[in-house]
């Protein structure tokens, strides 16, 4: 997974300097972080203790911006957003490019029409754009665009933090996929017994009919004699 | 004697390598016959990408409780680039038991007409078969190392195992180790990978895909597809399992969460369900369709032909009692 590889060495570098930042200065960073082109991903600045004390003062609504882009989509910004700083435009296409990548959690297969509204795009072209520029190179969604039918297969999409909750459903659906593969396993066995079998009935099936043709034959045979 | 190695290079493995030693092995051993005194053994086909050379050494299996295995050895070439040490091919050489070191004319004299064919390949090391390495080694090696300046040693074992699930190949490195106070020269282990061309994949694919020689009946090459389906499938389970397992650990707070593996599973598992969308149904029940049919057709056709067959005989069988009273037998 190349996007978790390049950006580990981000993450290592952001939680660096947020451990040695307070106050003011964190906001900055949480600004820079969050409009940063390769980071998608926050819990592990979330997780930062200096950060966590934000909570309490004036600059709360920072972690609650941190929580929106390690979570939440375009439209949770937009019903919240008199109750969060405004965004600057690279924090904005960030935020779009998450959008995506949640849509995409939900449904394979995304309609053209369900992301126009999602990302507040007003045309195809512009959406089909962004979906190339800003989702495809930088790697974090592979797919098709099928422009006949107007929706994007989504092949890949690179994972987003999870909430608390999401890891029971990740252990469930592993285990459905446990199941479907000892299914698949169960019949193939199957199928390979019964034709096996089969083979062994035609064999027999074959050799009472030769017998019986031979009985035949010896008794012409005889009654000639 | 088998630490591993410390020197960090990586090996790749070509499987014209693995093919050529355990070919070499085998005709040496085959050409042993007929069996004289207790030197000659079942030949052991050996390593799952040798399906061929399994066909080519059938023999009479004698008692092998005294069994002397001939040890052959040669030479491998390949390419060395930086930290990657890639080994392409082989060639035999002849050993000479008596001063226990390899022919170095003969060496030299292949080494120049390889050289003319494949310009780029160095002499890399050396290979031969047996279970493990020993001291005499040394001395060949030792031998080679004013070729190469580090030479590797690549060793097969042609015993089977039918547990061992790995190829039975080790590559050894020679490190300058201190022991008992003196510096030694000893053979120390190291990891190897098995690299393709396009060419190689066709033919150990070809090999690993023998379908039973007499053309089988239908149902034995159903069985064999399927079997090859079902490993992979087995596969798939086990790698789920452990993720699985892992995942499960993570929860139960034995191990400590690790975000970017987390993220990385939920990607993953978005991808399913990988095959589920109104074309994929269409398409597959197309060709389903298109299958059934085809079969109905051929059982049609089979039958016709058998009821046709039954007809004439049953006209040649009574034929001459309905002719006269015009009475057709037939239309």
Redesign the interface.
Known sequence: ?EV?QK??QVIEHFVKQASSLQGSSLVSLIVQLTSHSSLF?F??ILAVPNVLELQGTGYAVYIDLLRLFAHGTWSDYKSNASLLPPLVPDQITKLKQLTVLSL??MN??LSYDQLLEQLDLSNVRELEDFLINDCMYAGIVKGKLDHLRRSF??????????RPG???N??Q???D??DT??N??LT??E??KW??K??EL?AIHKKAVNDRVEEVKKSVNNKLD | MAESSSSGLTFKLHPLVIVNISDHYSRVKSQMHPPVTNTSTPPPPNNGADGAVEAASSSSFSDSASASCPRVFGCVIGVQRGRTVEIFNSFELLYDPATHSLDRAFLEKKQELYKKVFPHFYILGWYSTGTDAQESDMNIHKALMDINESPVYVILNPMINAAQKDLPITIYESEMHVIDGIPQLIFVSSSYTIETVEAERISVDHVAHLKPSDGGSAATQLAAHLTGIHSAIKMLNSRIRVLHHYLLAMQKGDIPCENSLLRQVSSLLRRLPAIESGKFQDDFLMEYNDTLLITYLAVLTNCSSTTNELVDKFNTAYDRHSRRGGRTAYF
């Open positions: 997974m978790e950006q580990a991903v819990s592990e995409a959690e394979r297969v297969e989504v092949q890949f999409a690179a994972g987003r933090d999870l999401q890891l029971g990740l252990i659906t592993l285990d996929w446990l593969t000892n698949a396993l193939i066995e199928k390979i034709a096996d089969k083979c035609d």
